[in-house]
């Protein structure tokens, strides 16, 4: 009677990869909102100043819904949890943010940022159309 053990590992299936990636992506997409939002919370003042700064109004208010909005949509696509909805929210924030604050596109600075949030918008509906995948509180 022989034995044999199998040695090598198990070839990773398209499926698990492309779980992989997708858990990967949501993470790395979400960590710009999450830093983006607890430098908000530690810097109040700094930030109150640039909404102001932009001419928006109630900048206070203005503050305590991006905070809200970055940190708590970046800790729910990190987790896969209410994916497409949240993914739809970050991207349209995107977009607002990207028109309040980056639309002057003669500023080479501007331009830049302007268009980074427009990619990251176009990232977040990706997931909001092909959802977290199987990794996170949603699975699909």
Do not use: C, W
Not at 50 to 58: D, M, N, Q, T, V
Not at 63 to 75: N, Q, S
Request: aromatic fraction near 8%; glycine fraction near 10%.
């Amino acid at each position: 009677m022989t034995t044999t053990t199998a040695t090598a590992a198990a070839p990773t299936s398209p499926a698990t990869a492309q779980n992989l990636l997708a858990v990967t992506g949501r993470v790395l997409i979400a960590a710009i909102f999450v830093m983006s939002g607890l430098n908000k919370i530690a810097n109040p003042a700094a930030t109150i100043g640039y909404i102001a700064s932009a001419g928006l109004p109630f900048a206070p208010a203005a503050l305590v819904a991006a905070a809200l909005i970055e940190v708590g949509g970046g800790l729910a696509l990190i987790a896969g949890f209410r994916t497409r909805f949240v993914a739809l929210m970050l991207a349209g924030f995107s977009v607002v943010a990207a028109l309040g604050f980056h639309a002057n596109l003669a500023d080479q600075n501007q331009f830049v940022h302007f268009f980074k949030n427009i990619a990251m918008a176009g990232g977040l509906l990706q997931v909001a159309a092909f959802g977290a995948g199987r990794i996170g509180f949603d699975r699909r």
